[in-house]
């Protein structure tokens, strides 16, 4: 049985999760990130709800495409 497309695949999850991780911490950082005009914030007496709906498209749009290039890539 052969390990090393195991072995590469499970390289490849970490990368993206440690990606992930840098994403979050520097994620207060970057300015347009989560104040798009399409994230609706709605407030009340003592409650809050937060829909980042623009955000989630532009990360969502951003990460297809990442992870569209790394397949295309590892065709070749």
Sequence with gaps: MELAPLGR???VV?????LLGVLL??????PF???LPGDL???GD???????L???IVLSVLLTGM??????LGRR
């Design 9 to 11: 695949v499970l390289i």
């Design 14 to 18: 970490g990368i993206v999760i440690a």
């Design 25 to 30: 911490v520097v994620g207060d950082r970057v």
């Design 33 to 35: 990130l989560g104040r």
């Design 41 to 43: 914030t709605l407030r």
């Design 46 to 52: 003592g409650w809050t709800v937060y829909a980042p």
């Design 54 to 56: 623009a955000t989630s």
């Design 67 to 72: 992870l569209s290039l790394v397949a295309w």
